[in-house]
């Protein structure tokens, strides 16, 4: 099974930009739905964004206008670039290949200090 690895968390400053890489194989982005999703101190597991097979973008409310996701050439890995970042983003973030078998990677932590 494709294995996906998520990496570019830190600690960043407020108004600051970040971007995170999702390194999976075999063209995996491109037969599967791309998403990043995150996880916030206390909070469930939200979705961030999700780009389609087709290379369609899908983005939260909260993400729109500010993050936006992509992938390489090869399809084999996913981006999250996220623009603008608020306290309210600090989290842990997660990649995950959507399709008949769910893979997720283990997450990359992301700290915005105000």
């Known amino acids: 099974q494709v294995q996906l690895q998520e990496s570019g968390g830190g600690l960043v400053q407020a108004g600051g930009s970040l971007r995170l890489s999702c390194t999976g194989s075999?063209?995996?982005?491109?037969?599967?739905?791309g998403a990043w999703f995150r996880q916030l101190p206390g909070n469930q597991r939200e979705l961030v964004a999700m780009l389609s097979e087709a290379g369609t973008p899908t983005f939260a409310k909260f993400a729109e206008g500010r993050f936006t996701i992509s992938r390489d050439n090869a399809k084999s890995t996913l981006f999250l670039v996220m623009d603008n970042v608020k306290a309210d983003d600090t989290g842990t973030y997660y990649c995950?290949?959507?399709?008949?078998?769910?893979?997720y990677g283990q997450g990359t932590q992301v700290t915005v200090s105000s």
């Open positions: 075999g063209g995996i982005f491109g037969v599967n739905v």
């Open positions: 995950g290949a959507l399709g008949r078998d769910n893979v």
